[in-house]
């Protein structure tokens, strides 16, 4: 059975008349006398759309229950038993209700299309998959319903539903798309002017590419090569040369003279290599290309003229941008061989642009590659001089020997003189070999008369086919070492792109990788010391690798120009013209892994002032929100004690001003922790480091906790630490009194670390460790990392116990003082948390008489005052 037709009518935006103009056309179509059925369609409550459902046949949906609701779909198999001529769909990216036979409604629509039933659909343009971020991007709203491009556009007709978006908005604002209670809401999200406009011409640009697609059909299909000025395009042929950015900004100002268009810069590379291209040079192309909104292509073949003009007429371009020959070879200018001669002679309808630019004429031809080497050269030529006579004298010993075999022999002697030296030396030994065979062997002998034409034409042969073969084999052993040479620069380039793709290259490992590649003493990467460029300001060192940093670009041996301001140098030997390409090839991806860096710290300074920026908003609301009740309290009590008429009892007094001192405690600590929390996000925390010891800050930072509620279990040996004592304090401070907030019931208790030192060690040094263990709920796995984040509390702690501050605070000290903050799970049970510090320069042994006796700590400790409950503000509130 033939596949039936679809037809699609697309448009911009909800509210533009697509369900509407496809009931219209099931109108048209059933007065023509065709069997016409409603599959399924929605009016969104709109009255227009509703009444023109009126007069068709409807197939009732099938309802689906999921999540205990019941929802309407598409009845396919009705609709495929009733097999009308035609079928209306509406919403063609709609996602079918777990449960359906398909999980797309565009799938269920390939079912009727097989089936032979011709289907009208409707689709916005914010749904097809490839402008899905676009679309997103404008309209801040990310669509979870998408469809394939390639599926829209095997669509047998789209048909582009428009109206402006000033008639958009005000059929929105008169009701005839949403509700009255939706309307306000719409007007200032989705349905704004300029997302409407971008809207309206993403669908514009997107169908007039698919036009273009069946232009370009039809086309092919007719077998027309005439370019068709349909749309203009133009084409920039890119030679690989740092004349490609004129051509590139020259044609863009050309196509800024037409209303729309586009720009294609194509590369042609030849089959015979790259030798004269620069890689650097083609991505910066690339790139310019890339910001002017055009697109970049590469082709390859023999003849870069014809290539050319094969590409432009491929993408029916109207225009051809290409620059004056760079040959100053009089033979090629009268000759007309350059390529932008032959591209204008054969161009045909195409209109060429031949742009000038600075090194027009001013090139050179291809030097031809002298890959032998000059020492085979002239132990080649040594050869073909000594060869020739050995052969003789060896021919001597036989006197009786034939023309043929002098011949034959002096032949395999120009053989292996071609096989080490190459042409020129096989050609003057075949020479050679000819005077002495016609000396020695061709009658009479001893004279160079040859008294026998066919002894002329044997030396003929011999000296033709020593040079043919010289020939054979001279252009064999340049091919092989050239296909050797291109092995290995293939290797390196694929290494090169395998270490960028997978993000593992550094600007040091790329130098170290070309001190092998190739075998060079050193290499440095230079950059421009200032923006008015080197001349002016002088170079600065970014990189180097090897024994010794190579001299500035002014004065190394290689010097490969990155961009304007950065330099690429070697230095140990000159490198040969035939290794610059691959020179370039290492230039340009140490630009990508410089840029790679600065996009790196683009992106955490942007991490940076964004959390700053969610800091200041969360520390805004806490102080909007989390300090009134406080406040609130003092203002009741003293207003209470300033009433004149009021007479309280001593008892009363006291509640009120105890009440006074509980919310101005309260304030104390939250807002101390809100100017930490402020202080650690903008980087403006010092730590004030010096030689501590543990028993000097704990009493300090217990002071306010209940006799008995917290137990101090230090060793007596415990050492110094590096870190600031106010800091420190604070940290425990708050720990512990995260740990009595949500561990009530359970004790709490400071352990050191046996002899003082931790197992682990910070940035290589040895560090000091104390634990502060609790048996309470503890906090799940998968918010350890949270509880760390400031304004986290554990199952969402109610805010009057604090902005939950305590432990984003801890850690933030801990780590400005060199140390660590984690969490473990105690054992049976509860959360242990875990300071780590580097112990103080110089301490080598544990020294036990430096500590105060334990007992004097626990005498502190039992003489603590103890504030009004709720004095405490936060902390694993982060995550406990």
């Avoid at 514009?204 to 069946?214: H, K, M, Q, S, T």
């Avoid at 309280?648 to 405690?665: H, K, M």
Wanted: aromatic share 4%; glycine share 10%; net charge negative.
């Amino acid at each position: 059975m033939a596949r039936a037709t679809l037809r699609i009518f697309l448009g911009a935006a909800p509210g533009v008349g697509k369900t509407y103009a496809m009931l219209a056309e099931a109108h048209r179509l059933r007065g023509r006398g065709e069997d016409v059925v409603v599959a399924f369609a929605m009016d969104h409550g709109r009255s227009d759309t509703r009444a023109l459902m009126d007069g068709l046949e409807v197939i009732p949906p099938h309802s689906i229950a999921y999540r205990d609701t019941a929802f309407e779909e598409m009845d396919l198999d009705a609709v495929l038993a009733r097999k009308p001529r035609t079928a209306v769909v509406d919403e063609y990216a709609h996602s079918n209700i777990p449960g359906s036979r398909n999980a797309k409604r565009w799938q269920d629509v390939e079912e009727l299309l097989d089936a032979g039933i011709n289907v009208l659909s409707t689709v916005n343009v914010q749904h097809l998959a490839s402008l899905g971020d676009v679309v997103s991007a404008i309209t801040d709203v990310r669509q979870a319903e998408t469809v394939p491009d390639d599926v829209v556009r095997r669509a047998d007709q789209i048909h582009l539903v428009d109206i402006s978006p000033e008639l958009l908005r005000q059929r929105l604002g008169d009701g005839k798309i949403y509700s009255a209670d939706k309307i306000d809401a719409a007007l200032s999200n989705y349905f704004r002017m300029g997302n409407l406009t971008a809207l309206r011409e993403l669908a514009l640009l997107w169908l007039a590419d698919r036009v273009d697609e069946g232009l370009a059909k039809y086309r092919s299909e007719q077998g027309i090569e005439a370019s068709w000025p349909a749309r203009e395009r133009i084409v920039i042929g890119l030679t690989g040369g740092p004349e490609g950015e004129v051509l590139v900004r020259r044609a863009a100002r050309i196509l800024k003279r037409v209303n729309g268009g586009d720009l294609l810069a194509v590369h042609v590379r030849a089959a015979d290599g790259v030798a004269s291209e620069s890689p650097q040079a083609l991505e910066a192309q690339r790139l310019l290309v890339r910001d002017l909104g055009g697109s970049y292509h590469t082709v390859a073949g023999e003849d870069p003229a014809k290539a050319l003009l094969d590409f432009a007429r491929s993408v029916n371009a109207t225009q051809i941008v290409v620059g004056i020959s760079r040959r100053r070879s009089l033979v090629a200018r009268l000759t007309g061989r350059g390529i932008g001669n032959r591209v204008v002679r054969d161009s045909g309808d195409i209109d060429v642009h031949m742009v000038s630019h600075p090194l027009g004429g001013r090139g050179v031809d291809r030097p031809r590659q002298r890959d032998l080497g000059r020492t085979r050269v002239i132990v080649g030529f040594a050869m073909a001089v000594v060869v020739p006579v050995l052969l003789q004298l060896l021919l001597a010993a036989s006197p009786s020997h034939s023309i043929a075999t002098a011949v034959l022999l002096q032949l395999t002697g120009s053989v292996a003189v071609a096989l080490v030296g190459g042409l020129w030396p096989a050609l003057l030994g075949a020479l050679w070999s000819s005077l002495l065979v016609n000396f020695f062997s061709i009658p009479p002998v001893g004279t160079l008369t040859i008294s026998d034409p066919e002894n002329i034409l044997a030396l003929l042969v011999f000296v033709g086919v020593s040079a043919a073969v010289a020939a054979v084999v001279d252009v064999s052993a340049r091919r092989s070492k050239e296909a050797a040479r291109a092995r290995a620069e293939a290797t390196t380039l694929g290494d090169l792109t395998r270490g960028a793709s997978s993000a593992e290259d550094t600007v040091e490992g790329l130098l170290n990788q070309a001190l092998d590649v190739f075998q060079m003493r050193g290499a440095a990467l230079y950059r421009a010391a200032g923006s008015t460029g080197a001349s002016a300001t002088g170079w600065r060192l970014v990189a180097k690798a090897g024994e010794a940093a190579p001299l500035p670009p002014e004065g190394g041996e290689n010097t490969e120009q990155i961009d304007a301001g950065t330099r690429l140098v070697l230095s140990g030997r000159v490198l040969p013209a035939s290794d610059r390409r691959l020179l370039s090839a290492f230039g340009a991806h140490l630009s990508a892994q410089l840029e790679r860096r600065q996009l790196a710290a683009s992106r955490r300074e942007v991490r940076r002032l964004a959390e700053s920026n969610t800091m200041r908003t969360s520390i805004l609301r806490a102080v909007s929100h989390d300090l009134r009740t406080p406040l609130a309290g003092i203002k009741l009590a003293v207003g209470g004690l300033r009433q004149s008429n009021v007479h309280y009892t001593p008892e009363e007094e006291q509640e009120l001003l105890a009440t006074i001192e509980e919310c101005s405690d309260r304030l104390d600590v939250l807002v101390g922790n809100l100017l930490d929390m402020s202080r650690i996000t903008s980087d403006s925390v010092n730590a004030l480091i010096r030689p501590v010891r543990w028993y000097e800050v704990i009493p300090t930072a217990l002071h306010g906790v209940l006799p008995g509620r917290v137990r101090v279990d230090l060793p007596g040996n415990m050492p110094e630490i590096d870190a600031d004592a106010g800091m420190l304090e604070r940290v425990i401070a708050n720990i512990v009194e995260n740990a009595i907030k949500y561990a009530p019931d359970s004790d709490v208790v400071l352990v050191g670390a046996a002899g003082g030192f931790s197992s682990s060690t910070l940035d290589g040094r040895p560090s000091g460790e104390l634990r502060i263990i609790d048996h309470g709920q503890g906090v799940p796995a998968e918010s350890v990392v949270r509880m760390f984040q400031p304004f986290q509390r554990l199952n969402d702690v109610p805010s009057t116990t604090g902005v939950g501050l305590g432990l984003a605070v801890a850690k933030g000290f801990t780590e400005a003082m060199g140390g660590t903050l984690t969490a473990e799970e105690t054992p049976g049970g509860g959360l242990t948390m875990v300071i780590r510090l580097p112990l103080s320069t110089g301490v080598a042994f544990p020294n036990e008489e430096a500590q105060a006796p334990m007992e004097a700590q626990s005498v502190l400790l039992e003489h603590r005052h103890v504030p009004p409950s709720g004095s405490s503000d936060n902390a694993s509130g982060e995550a406990r």
